[in-house]
């Protein structure tokens, strides 16, 4: 069985930190481009970051340039996404998944709460 399992999420005040990971079983996703995803409340799930294989290829949305930054592990088969000066916009449970996303890897998120 295949799954992605995202941990790291909790409450911080804006401009706090947090560091996300992302395990993964059931498969490697070493050649698989991956992405950290998130879906802020009343809102569609967008996509923040995503990283290649070669981990030369990293692409950030604008929200989200030059505060977070997304890593890999692939022997370890695991995703991270440090999250730096973080802001009341950024409360959204963030996922992980490949890039395009599959349904059948979503998994329960993280809850990120930007508040003080």
């Known amino acids: 069985q295949v799954q992605l399992v995202e941990s790291g999420g909790g409450l911080v005040q804006p401009g706090g930190s947090l560091r996300l990971s992302c395990a993964a079983s059931?498969?490697?996703?070493?050649?698989?481009?991956m992405g950290w995803y998130r879906q802020a409340p009343g809102k569609e799930r967008e996509r923040v970051a995503s990283?290649?294989?070669?981990?030369?290829?990293?692409v950030y949305a604008d929200s989200v340039k030059g505060r977070f930054t997304i890593s890999r592990d692939s022997a370890q088969n695991m995703l991270s996404l440090q999250m730096n000066t973080l802001k009341p916009e950024g409360t959204a449970i963030y996922y992980c998944n490949t890039v395009p996303a599959r349904n059948e890897y979503w998994g329960q998120g993280t809850q990120v709460t930007v508040s003080s």
């Open positions: 059931g498969r490697s996703f070493s050649t698989y481009i």
């Open positions: 990283i290649d294989w070669t981990k030369r290829d990293i």
